[in-house]
T-cell receptor, first 115, second 112 residues
Framework: EAGVAQSPRYKIIEKRQSVAFWCNPI?????LYWYQQILGQGPKLLIQFQNNGVVDDSQLPKDRFSAERLKGVDSTLKIQPAKLEDSAVYLC?????????????FGPGTRLTVT | GEDVEQSLFLSVREGDSSVINCTYTDSSSTYLYWYKQEPGAGLQLLTYIFSNMDMKQDQRLTVLLNKKDKHLSLRIADTQTGDSAIYFCAESPGGGYNKLIFGAGTRLAVHP
């Protein structure tokens, strides 16, 4: 089966600009996650969708970050305006409920550099 | 609170066993996971263990769980150069949302 697709793979922007990332999860996976991975750290969950509804966005900086998952499939994550500290890899993951075990499958990520 | 701690670096000789350790804080975590990340790639699920188990073996991988001490370890037998990567421990806290809390990762370097 095809994996989680993300684009672009790399993006360089100046601070105060805006940027958007796209994710296409594995077909049939109801749950979609966006993580931020700062260099040298583990991924941190930004937002989690169940179908097209948000179930956890407690760590999403809502003054500048937004995400949507229209029709419960693809998702976009937007940053506006970007700050230097937003430089990170943004990982998308999707999962399927296998009797209470949610194995998360990760995409390759988008590396964002804010200058 | 939710926190996962790992040592940052481990160096082993090819053919030896590697042991990567992790401590977590949320005693309600139902599953605990090990992920592998190679350079420029996303995370790959290696294995997981249910919280009522104390050991799980999967080919060269052995996971040990000490729930009393909230300590998790991953042993890789016969470590190969292809095992060089960053290994992340993650807990899945209770609450029904199945989010993962990751440690900072342990970089495993395998040398001849």
């Amino acid at each position: 089966e095809a994996g989680v697709a993300q684009s672009p793979r790399y993006k360089i922007i100046e601070k105060r600009q805006s940027v958007a990332f796209w994710c296409n999860p594995i077909s049939g996976h109801a749950t979609l996650y966006w993580y931020q991975q700062i260099l040298g750290q583990g991924p941190k969950l930004l937002i989690q969708f169940q179908n097209n509804g948000v179930v956890d966005d407690s760590q999403l900086p809502k003054d500048r970050f937004s995400a949507e998952r229209l029709k419960g499939v693809d998702s976009t994550l937007k940053i506006q305006p970007a700050k230097l500290e937003d430089s990170a890899v943004y990982l998308c993951a999707s999962s399927l409920d296998r009797g209470g075990i949610y194995e998360q499958y990760f995409g390759p990520g988008t590396r964002l550099t804010v200058t | 609170g939710e926190d996962v701690e790992q040592s940052l670096f481990l160096s082993v000789r090819e053919g030896d066993s590697s042991v990567i350790n992790c401590t977590y804080t949320d005693s309600s975590s139902t599953y605990l996971y090990w992920y592998k990340q190679e350079p420029g790639a996303g995370l790959q699920l290696l294995t997981y263990i249910f919280s009522n188990m104390d050991m799980k073996q999967d080919q060269r991988l052995t996971v040990l769980l000490n729930k009393k001490d909230k300590h998790l370890s991953l042993r890789i037998a016969d470590t190969q150069t292809g095992d060089s990567a960053i290994y992340f421990c993650a807990e899945s806290p209770g609450g029904g949302y199945n989010k993962l809390i990751f440690g900072a990762g342990t970089r495993l370097a395998v040398h001849p």
